[in-house]
Every structure is written in structure tokens, then in C-alpha cells.
């Protein structure tokens, strides 16, 4: 079945860092790509999504580009704050959404 | 953007009793509503798919009489905990999906997180 594959945490890296979180999946046809954020002691937020080969999601300064050829959807952002601390989901799907096991994400002062 | 509730935000019960989650969507009606599960340090786990007015449909592996789900309304589902035991404990999580598009994208609730002693 569809499944989503993403680096394990904890990602520890200083403010103003470039980031990268990794992640790869599996599926039969081309379902859409998602990456949501949970915050401390919050439920998850729709953080950015991409429909089809080629699209670039892009929101807070996050992007990340489906890429069909090598089945990733890469998290990146240029400059992390502190207020990005939070733990990183990417999902796959259309109907039924299928999450990774998330990467959590602190970031030094 | 869309606002999906859920409540209470935070239960504790005594193993055997039944607690009940309710989950909203407040600014949009759904036909759709999906019950997630998830453990400390993981992912989110689907446990069932709700259809406003229909039964729903459970992923391999939940027990649908033990988690009994309700889709009323298109405002409104409840997820039903029966004779909860500690193994029960978790975070839950609703999500609510657009009536009438093709909307890909679930609006989530903020959990419920369910504690039995």
C-alpha cells in the first residue's frame, strides 16, 4: 500500500539555519503531497501541499516540490526561527491520508 | 480558513467507563469526517472514515464496537469510547473535508487527549 517515509528526529539546528527534512514515499498514481506542522500542545496544521509532478507548496517561508522522478517531497527553509520549533508531518493522499511519523524540529537561539 | 473543533480537549476516566468526543466543523458543513488516532512520538493512525448519515467505515485492525462513531449532522461527528481501558488512552483527532468539492485538504481538529486510569 501508499506509505510515506520521512528522516527521523529530533533535528536539532541554530536559528537562522537552513533546513531540510527528507521525505520519500510510495503510491499507486500520483496522490497529492502534504506537510503539515504540529505545535506544542496543538493539533496539526495544514503547513503546505502540492497536487502534481512539478508543483512547488510554498507558505512561511517553507517549500517543498513534488518531484515524481524521484518520489520525494523535501521540506526546505531557508532561515528557521525558534518559533518553528514543532514536529513536521509529511502525508500523501486524496481521499484517505496517510501521514509519516513526523520529524520533530528544534531550533536554537 | 476553515475551523474544525473538537471537545472536550482533555478527558480523564476511570477503566470501564465510556467517554464520548465531539467533533465540529464551525464554518462549513461535511459530509466526511475522518477519526485519527496517535500515540506519543508518532504518527497519525486513520482508525475510521465517518459519512454524515451513513455508517462508518473502520480501517483494518479498530474495533467498531469499541469505538463507536456518529455522523448525525454535516456539522457533527462523536466518536464514542466504550468500556475504555488504559491501552486506550491516546490522542485523538478529527478531521473535516469540504461538502461538495474535490477539496483535497482536511481541516483538523486540535485532539482530544483521553486518559483512563
Known amino acids: 500500500g501508499d506509505s510515506v517515509t520521512q528522516m527521523e528526529g529530533p533535528v536539532t539546528l541554530s536559528e537562522e539555519a537552513f533546513l531540510t527534512i527528507n521525505c520519500t514515499y510510495t503510491?499507486?498514481?500520483?496522490?497529492?503531497l502534504f506537510w503539515y506542522v504540529q505545535y506544542p500542545g496543538e493539533g496539526l496544521q495544514l503547513l503546505l501541499k502540492?497536487?502534481?509532478?512539478?508543483d512547488k507548496g510554498s507558505n512561511k517561508g517553507f517549500e517543498a516540490t513534488y518531484r515524481k522522478e524521484t518520489t520525494s517531497f523535501h521540506l526546505e527553509k531557508g532561515s528557521v526561527q525558534v518559533s518553528d520549533s514543532a514536529v513536521y508531518f509529511c502525508a500523501l493522499g486524496d481521499d484517505k491520508i496517510i501521514f509519516g511519523k513526523g520529524t520533530r524540529l528544534h531550533i536554537l537561539p | 480558513g476553515a475551523v474544525v473543533s473538537q471537545h472536550p480537549s482533555r478527558v480523564i476516566c476511570k477503566s470501564g467507563t465510556s467517554v464520548k468526543i465531539e467533533c465540529r466543523s464551525l464554518?462549513?458543513?461535511?459530509?466526511?469526517m475522518f477519526w485519527y488516532r496517535q500515540f506519543p512520538k508518532q504518527s497519525l493512525m486513520l482508525m475510521a472514515t465517518?459519512?454524515?448519515?451513513?455508517?462508518?467505515?473502520?480501517e483494518q485492525g479498530v474495533e467498531k464496537d469499541k469505538f463507536l462513531i456518529n455522523h448525525a449532522s454535516l456539522t457533527l461527528s462523536t466518536l464514542t469510547v466504550t468500556s475504555a481501558h488504559p491501552e486506550d488512552s491516546s490522542f485523538y483527532i478529527c478531521?473535516?473535508?469540504?461538502?461538495?468539492?474535490?477539496?483535497?485538504?482536511?481541516?483538523f481538529g486540535p485532539g482530544t487527549r483521553l486518559l483512563v486510569l
Open positions: 478531521s473535516a473535508r469540504f461538502l461538495g468539492t474535490f477539496e483535497e485538504t482536511q481541516y
Open positions: 503510491a499507486t498514481g500520483y496522490p497529492s
Open positions: 465517518s459519512n454524515e448519515g451513513s455508517k462508518a467505515t473502520y
Open positions: 464554518d462549513f458543513q461535511a459530509t466526511t
Open positions: 502540492a497536487t502534481k509532478a512539478d
